[in-house]
């Protein structure tokens, strides 16, 4: 097994793993290596970021914020 030391990660990102491995009981090792497993095998980003919501009980109940912009044409000229 390969090992790897990722350096300036900002201690807010460190405190919520250690957070996040609580909550899934193991350790931030184990939690950041589940993490970049999923990453890995999900490349695309919105496609992770979906089934990642799906996981922790689905998008249904999101709010989404009303527009109050007005569209208009484009000003090709």
């Given at each position: 097994m390969?090992?790897i030391?990722?350096?300036?990660?900002?201690?807010?990102?460190?405190?919520?793993l250690?957070?996040?491995a609580r909550?899934?009981?193991?350790?931030?090792?184990?939690?950041?290596?589940d993490i970049?497993t999923?990453?890995?095998?999900?490349p695309?980003?919105?496609?992770a970021?979906?089934?990642?919501?799906?996981?922790?009980?689905?998008i249904?109940?999101?709010?989404?914020?009303?527009?109050?912009?007005?569209?208009?044409?484009?000003?090709?000229?």
């Amino acid at each position: 097994m390969a090992s790897i030391v990722i350096r300036g990660l900002d201690q807010s990102v460190k405190d919520q793993l250690a957070a996040q491995a609580r909550e899934h009981g193991r350790s931030m090792e184990a939690e950041a290596r589940d993490i970049l497993t999923k990453a890995t095998q999900h490349p695309n980003v919105g496609l992770a970021l979906f089934r990642a919501a799906q996981e922790v009980g689905g998008i249904e109940d999101l709010p989404v914020p009303g527009r109050t912009d007005i569209a208009r044409a484009a000003d090709l000229g």
